[in-house]
Every structure is written in structure tokens, then in C-alpha cells.
């Protein structure tokens, strides 16, 4: 599986656009950027997913570079309830889970 | 719609004794099951994965077990709990590629298993 690389933790204010950068600089030609989060004691929640277009749907917005080596995640309003930890990976036939993005919005 | 359950929702067990995790899916046929484990303060870590009725595919060696005895249900055991089996377990579903509501990993609630 193709390895991601994202920061520990980020803040963002209430309000504004979060940011979310990650690097999967060996990804292949065939394989997807999933984007999940996790907010405390809960399961993991699914948020977007692309192959080589941009997308977007009603949670967030999904940016790839053309040459698909890194992309952000875009919270467009982050509230207080995004805080969360979220996941970037690269999707081979399993779901294999990094260290993630500790997201913390503050007022 | 799909649904995933997951029970039960916490547990407290003795060290020695054993385990049995029930994980059942509603609304599609024949999915791709899993089961996570994450320690306190951990990433969450694949343990099994299920593509059918009775075939399973162990990702980390360690004292527990799966099965799958039928289509939507997948179980997660071990026959002697050690300290270390503390942890949140997760239960996942994907459907087949062909499905097209749903795209990624839909996950259960969790069990939150404190072994003391």
C-alpha cells in the first residue's frame, strides 16, 4: 500500500476553511485517495474520496495535484464539531490506517 | 439502506477469559468485512478481513481469531484474553465495486474492550 505522509496536528478558527495537506508521493496509476475522519471514541467516518479530479460533495472538498503525489482536504466552514482526527490513505484492496491529521477548531 | 451492528458497545473481561465479538451487516449481500483494533492513543490497526462465508485473512499474528459463518456476520474471538487485547475494536463493510451507493468503508460503532 501506497504510504502517506500528513502532519501530527493542525488548528484552525471556527468559521474559516481547514486545510488539510497530504503527500502519497508512490501512489500508483489505479489506486484511490480516501479521506476519513475520527472524532473521539467514535468509529471512523467516511468524508471523500478521488482518483485524479478534483471533488466535492456536501462535507468537504477534495483537491489532487496533476501529478497525483499530494493533496488537501478542504473543511470549507470548520465548526467546532469537525475536531477530529483525519485520515488520508491510498486505497489498495484494504484500508490501512496512518497516523493522521489531529484537526483541533477553536472559537 | 446498509446498516453495520456491532455489539456490544463496552466489556470488561477478566485476563484468561475468552472473547466473542459479533459484527452484522443489513441492506447488501455478499460485502467485504473487516475488524480494526486501536489502543488507547493509538492509529487503528487492521486485524482481519473477510471476502466470503468462511475465508478469512489474518494481517497481524496475535491471540485472536475470526470467522465469518454466514454472509453478513463476522466474529471476532480469542479463547484467552491477555492486557494487551485492551483496546477499541471496529467492524467494517465495503460493498463489491459494482455497488455503487456506496464508495469507501462503512464502520460499526465499536466495542470498547477494557481486559483486567
Known amino acids: 500500500d501506497a504510504k502517506t505522509t500528513q502532519p501530527t496536528s493542525m488548528d484552525c478558527a471556527e468559521g474559516r476553511a481547514a486545510n488539510l495537506p497530504c503527500n502519497h508521493s508512490t501512489i500508483s496509476g489505479n489506486e484511490y485517495v480516501y479521506w476519513y475522519r475520527q472524532i473521539h471514541s467514535q468509529g471512523p467516518q467516511y468524508i471523500i474520496h478521488?482518483?485524479?479530479n478534483n471533488e466535492t460533495n456536501e462535507m468537504a472538498s477534495l483537491i489532487i495535484t496533476e501529478d497525483r503525489k499530494s493533496s488537501t482536504l478542504i473543511l470549507p466552514h470548520a465548526t467546532l464539531r469537525d475536531t477530529a482526527v483525519y485520515y488520508c490513505?491510498?486505497?489498495?484492496?484494504?484500508?490501512?490506517f496512518g497516523q493522521g491529521t489531529e484537526l483541533s477548531v477553536k472559537p | 439502506s446498509q446498516t453495520i451492528h456491532q455489539w456490544p458497545a463496552t466489556l470488561v473481561q477478566p485476563v484468561g477469559s475468552p472473547l466473542s465479538l459479533e459484527c452484522t451487516v443489513e441492506g447488501t449481500s455478499n460485502p467485504n468485512l473487516y475488524w480494526y483494533r486501536q489502543a488507547a492513543g493509538r492509529g487503528l490497526q487492521l486485524l482481519f478481513y473477510s471476502v466470503g462465508i468462511g475465508q478469512i485473512s489474518s494481517e497481524v499474528p496475535q491471540n485472536l481469531s475470526a470467522s465469518r459463518p454466514q454472509d453478513r456476520q463476522f466474529i471476532l474471538s480469542s479463547k484467552k484474553l491477555l492486557l494487551s487485547d485492551s483496546g477499541f475494536y471496529l467492524c467494517?463493510?465495503?460493498?463489491?465495486?459494482?455497488?455503487?451507493?456506496?464508495?469507501?468503508?462503512?464502520f460499526g460503532s465499536g466495542t470498547r474492550l477494557t481486559v483486567v
Open positions: 467494517a463493510w465495503r460493498a463489491l465495486l459494482r455497488d455503487r451507493v456506496n464508495y469507501g468503508y462503512t
Open positions: 478521488g482518483l485524479k
Open positions: 490513505i491510498v486505497l489498495r484492496g484494504k484500508l490501512i
